[in-house]
Each structure stands twice: as C-alpha cells, then as structure tokens.
C-alpha cells in the first residue's frame, strides 16, 4: 500500500476468475515457515560449526535421506509430518526425488477422494500393472504409472487424446475447476468428443471413461511445478534434519509457530536422535533457541518463557552483551525492570540457575528481587533473606518447565509413569512394529492432536507421544461416540485397540479408551 501511495497508484481487490479473463497476471504469496526456518538452520550452522550450506547444491539423491522418510522418520520435515503423510511414507517407499513431488500431490483431499492413493502406491511398488485406458495417454500420465495427479497432465491429456491447442487445453482446465462456467463447459465438452473421435476414432465407452477421468481429477489436479518446489523443501528439511538435528531443531523452535507438531513434541523428537536441549538461562540464552557446545546441543530462548517475550526477552540479551554477564538476581532486576510475575517465570524456567539458586529459592527472591528498582528507596519491599528450601523432584522440575515455556528439555511426561504402563502391559511406542499385526494391545501417551478429515467418513485420529515416539490411533464413529466426552477433553490416555503394522506404518484400530494423569500435560493441537 506504501508503494502504491508513493507512486500515486490505487490498490484494488478484484476477482481473481476477473482479472484472469481480462489477461492481468495473477500471483499468488504464499508464506512458508519453513523458509525461514532453513534460513536460520543455514545461519546457524554457519555460526557455530563453520558448516556453509548451500541447498543448491545438496545431492538430491542421497540416500540415507529416503532411508529416513521411508520409516516415517519426519517430524518437522515440511509437507510429509502429518499423520496421513506419516502413514504413507513407508507404503509409497521415496527412493528418489519425483517421489516427494508425487508425494506432496498425493496426500490431498481430492486424490484421497478420488482413489488415487491405493494404485498409485500398488504400480509404485511393482504390485499393479500400469495401464491407460487409451494409448495416447501414455506421455501425459507415464512419469505418474497411469494416475493423474498433476494440472499440467490435464492439459496434455486434452492436446494429446483431443487435438486441443495449448490454449483451448487451458480454457478446459479452467473451466472444468470452475462452478460458475456451465456453457463454457458444455461447449468444450463437445469439442473435446470431437477431437477424441476425429483425431483417434475414439468414441463410446473409453470416451466417457477419458472424459470422466478428467473431469473427476480435474477439481484436485496440483500444479506439478508447485508440487517440484515443495519437494524441494522436502528433502532440504529432511537433510537437515538427518545431518544436523541439533540445528533443526533450534531453526524450527525460532520460526514457531508453524507446522503440525509443538515445541514440546519438537524437542522430544530431537532428543529421540540425542540432542540434548538445556533449558532458557538468562546468561546463556538469546531471546529465541539457539546452539552450544559446538553446536551439538539446543539451547531454549529466553521469549518462550511465561510472562517475558520476545521484546523483554531482547532486552535482557542486549543488556548482557553491552555489559556483561548477570553476576546475581538482585544485578538482573537492577539492570532490567521486572514485575513479579516476570522474575517468577524464570525462576519457575530455571533461567536462573546461573546464580547458583534452585527454582524455589528464585521464587522465594523473586518479590524482594522485583520491589528493588531504581525508583524504589533501598530496603522497601519483601525481605531478600532466603531460607533453605528443600529441592524438586524431578516430575516437579518438569511441571515447572512445562508449565513455563511449554517444553520439558530433558524428559517426556510418561517416562515418569512408564514402570506403572510396563507393569499393565501397555507397549512403548517404538516397539510397535515389533508386535504381529492384528494383535490387541494397549498403547498410551499424551494426546497431542485429535483429527477428523473430511476425507475419513467420520472417522476421527488421535495422536500420542510417549518418551520413545508417537501412536497414530484411528477411533470408528461407535467407539468415538462411546467415549466422546473422554476422547475429546482428556490431555492422556490408555487405549486397548487392534495394532495394524503389515505395511511398515503403525496404526492401532481402537477399541476402548481410559484416561490417566500424567501430571504434566500440555494441549493437544485439534483440527477438523
């Protein structure tokens, strides 16, 4: 808007179909995370590894990355971490890069509606023979085994089995994506019978089957250069993550939020491939996550914590750098304002661990800490004199963490009950594949998403997460209606179900659920 007042042009939204019938170019701006995401990854690990990344320059094929995905090993990857893409991932097997672009274009709404997973992924792994229902689909659909996927198929698909022109291909995809072009359609329908039958005598039962095709994968067609430049992203997150999770981990942390996992369900992944994450320490810490020790370990910012924020946060860093490092609570509060509740968050964070208190004894300063500020006389306020106090447990220290930037850097709310879950019987999620298929189990953890996709027929996914990985759980409508107000509301739970692994991909059919107490809970990320 600036630009167009300095340049005394007038900034209009018109309809999209409009300015395309007109000739305007349209562009669409699309904002990623992970964009700035790799960007800070790139940053960091140019800072404290002297490692210069040049995503142009990764080798495409390396791999150990496909080794990676195909265990569904892709929390944090872009585009492949969400329940439906984890699935996938060891069905569709990526051994090469055009696999991600399928991939990206696979796991929709419309080619999930329009059937196009299963023989896609049957012809990938030489299980179904590849056909067309006419010869001269076979340039367009060869590179996808007979299975329309892309927009730019469509086109040649109507040059190829129509004789249409590239333009006439265009107007046919425009108007077949469009619900407002009835006589536009009719009429390139008939042009297109046309051209099938003069062009190669097609005509009766594989003309309708052609056309039906197209006009059904017509309303979910991706762009297959869009798709190109999300596998991109891909296989440039899933490098770093296999490379060098520490980073990934603090670059994904930064460029929050974004995604399908938290932060606390971040960290517990990075953890699970031995980075170890140390807690916001305010003469440590920047204002957002970062690395140490050589770059091998993450680092918690000082703006995740409750109260204080990426302004504060800033502040607080600054401050350290032009003079100093924090020699005791009562220099902190005398350097930087902050309230109460302020200096109670980092010490509850443990942030300020540095002056070698515990969390309790922080908190016990805190008010006095707080009240002594240069518009303050000396002496008003609490009493700074703290007492010994007693130490906390460690499911208190992880209360405390969670309750204070969301995240438990060194452990997982389970590991706290796993010796009661051993005991009945319930199966970690790492051993999962290790169970016959078909096997009733029970599995359990902390509910970190509850999902039911327009695509599933009513059928509703939980995720959990115990210290060891993730359960994707499927709830039929019967069991979800049986245990609604329970499956809805409860941050944990046990589940008896059905386990189903033939695939390399574990999902546990449920059957009953029960909640337990982990004590330290988090919400869970629900989508519809």
């Given at each position: 808007v600036e630009w167009a007042r300095m340049e005394n042009r007038s900034v209009l939204q018109w309809d999209k179909d409009d300015c395309a019938a007109i000739g305007l170019v349209k562009f669409d701006l699309l904002g990623l995370g992970m964009l700035s995401a790799l960007h800070y990854a790139i940053d960091?690990?140019?800072?404290?590894?002297?490692?210069?990344?040049?995503?142009?320059?990764?080798?495409?094929?390396e791999q150990a990355v496909y080794e990676m995905l195909q265990k569904a090993d892709s929390v944090g990857v872009f585009q492949v971490e969400?329940?439906?893409?984890?699935?996938?991932?060891?069905?569709?097997?990526?051994?090469e890069f055009y696999d991600l672009v399928v991939e990206v274009a696979l796991i929709r709404p419309g080619p999930i509606q329009g059937g196009s997973v299963h023989p896609y992924i049957k012809r990938r792994n030489g299980l179904e023979k590849v056909t067309y229902d006419?010869?001269?689909?076979?340039?367009?659909?060869?590179?996808?085994?007979?299975?329309?996927?892309?927009?730019?198929?469509?086109?040649?698909?109507a040059v190829d089995c129509a004789g249409f022109t590239a333009a006439e291909a265009d107007q046919l995809r425009r108007a077949m994506g469009s619900k407002r072009s009835t006589e536009k359609m009719r009429r390139?329908?008939?042009?297109?019978?046309?051209?099938?039958?003069?062009?190669?005598?097609?005509?009766?039962?594989?003309?309708?089957?052609?056309?039906?095709?197209?006009?059904?994968?017509?309303?979910?067609?991706?762009?297959?250069?869009?798709?190109?430049?999300?596998?991109?992203?891909?296989?440039?997150?899933?490098?770093?993550?296999l490379h060098h999770p520490a980073a990934f981990c603090a670059a994904l942390l930064r460029a929050q939020p974004m995604g399908f996992y938290s932060p606390q369900s971040l960290v517990a992944d990075a953890r699970r491939h031995g980075v170890v994450v140390h807690g916001p320490d305010v003469n440590a810490s920047l204002a957002y996550a970062t690395l140490e020790n050589a770059g091998m370990d993450v680092r918690l910012g000082l703006g995740s914590v409750r109260h204080i924020g990426d302004d504060l946060a800033q502040r607080i860093v600054d401050e350290r750098n032009a003079n100093g490092p924090y020699t005791a609570l009562l220099d902190l509060t005398g350097r930087i304002q902050l309230s109460v509740p302020q200096t109670e968050s980092l010490a509850t964070a443990g942030a300020l661990g540095c002056f070698g208190i515990t969390?309790?004894?922080?908190?016990?300063?805190?008010?006095?800490?707080?009240?002594?500020?240069?518009?303050?006389?000396?002496?008003?306020?609490?009493?700074?004199?703290?007492?010994p106090l007693p130490g906390m447990s460690a499911l208190e220290l992880a209360a405390a963490d969670v309750w204070a930037t969301g995240i438990s850097p060194d452990s997982y709310p389970t590991q706290f009950l796993r010796e009661d879950l051993d005991a009945l019987g319930v199966i970690p999620a790492n051993r999962l594949l290790e169970v016959r298929d078909g096997t009733r189990i029970l599995v359990a953890g902390a509910v970190t998403h509850r999902q039911r996709p327009a695509t599933a027929?009513?059928?509703?996914?939980?995720?959990?997460?115990?210290?060891?990985?993730?359960?994707?759980?499927?709830?039929?409508?019967?069991?979800?209606?049986?245990?609604?107000?329970?499956?809805?509301?409860?941050?944990?739970?046990?589940?008896?179900?059905?386990?189903?692994?033939?695939?390399?991909?574990?999902?546990?059919?449920?059957?009953?659920?029960?909640?337990?107490?982990?004590r330290v809970v988090s919400r869970s990320r629900d989508f519809r």
């Open positions: 960091l690990l140019d800072e404290h590894k002297g490692v210069k990344v040049d995503l142009a320059k990764l080798d495409l094929s969400s329940r439906a893409q984890m699935a996938t991932l060891p069905r569709l097997k990526p051994r006419h010869p001269s689909m076979e340039p367009a659909l060869k590179k996808t085994l007979g299975v329309p996927l892309f927009q730019e198929q469509l086109m040649q698909l390139l329908k008939g042009r297109f019978y046309d051209g099938m039958r003069e062009k190669h005598g097609i005509t009766g039962e594989v003309a309708e089957r052609i056309y039906e095709k197209l006009e059904a994968f017509a309303n979910f067609g991706f762009p297959e250069s869009h798709s190109l430049s999300f596998a991109s992203l891909v296989f440039y997150s899933s490098w770093f993550k969390r309790r004894e922080g908190l016990w300063a805190a008010g006095a800490a707080a009240s002594q500020r240069p518009d303050r006389l000396p002496g008003v306020g609490s009493s700074s004199h703290v007492p027929q009513g059928v509703t996914f939980v995720n959990l997460e115990d210290e060891t990985g993730m359960v994707n759980v499927l709830c039929a409508p019967g069991v979800w209606a049986r245990h609604r107000k329970l499956a809805q509301t409860s941050a944990a739970l046990i589940i008896r179900g059905i386990v189903q692994n033939a695939t390399g991909a574990v999902t546990v059919i449920a059957d009953r659920m029960r909640p337990i107490d982990l």
